[in-house]
């Protein structure tokens, strides 16, 4: 079992930043590969970022590339996503995630999940 916990949600305005959190127990962090999905209100869950357990292999969806960053620091068991330029239409619920086979690009199969925590982005 492998448990996630998101911080790092907030209100922004429109062009801010934030920095998104996951802190992960319970199994060997450095063999998972990681993501961040995101859920808006009336939408369907949607990879956003993964990355793979060196870190050496990420996956952005075309909305956020070029302004999401993932990264991990699996001395620490976490996660980061760096948001900047943020939208309005980044406004939604994140989710961090964590799966035990390995990275493949734009892969949404994923074995755990955190609680979620909200971002939103005042115009």
């Known amino acids: 079992q492998v448990q996630l916990v998101e911080s790092g949600g907030g209100l922004v305005q429109a062009g801010g930043s934030l920095r998104l959190s996951c802190a992960a127990s319970g199994r060997s962090f450095s063999l998972l590969t990681m993501g961040w999905f995101r859920q808006a209100p009336g939408k369907e869950r949607a990879l956003v970022s993964s990355?793979?357990?060196?870190?050496?292999?990420?996956y952005y969806a075309d909305s956020v590339k070029g302004r999401f960053t993932i990264s991990r620091d699996n001395g620490k068991d976490m996660v980061y996503l760096q948001m900047n330029s943020l939208i309005a239409a980044d406004t939604a619920g994140y989710y961090c995630?964590?799966?035990?086979?390995?990275?493949?690009?734009?892969?949404?199969?994923?074995?755990?999940w955190g609680q979620g925590t909200q971002v939103t982005v005042s115009p």
């Open positions: 990355i793979s357990w060196s870190g050496a292999s990420t």
């Open positions: 995630a964590a799966r035990t086979g390995s990275w493949q690009f734009g892969e949404s199969e994923y074995d755990y």
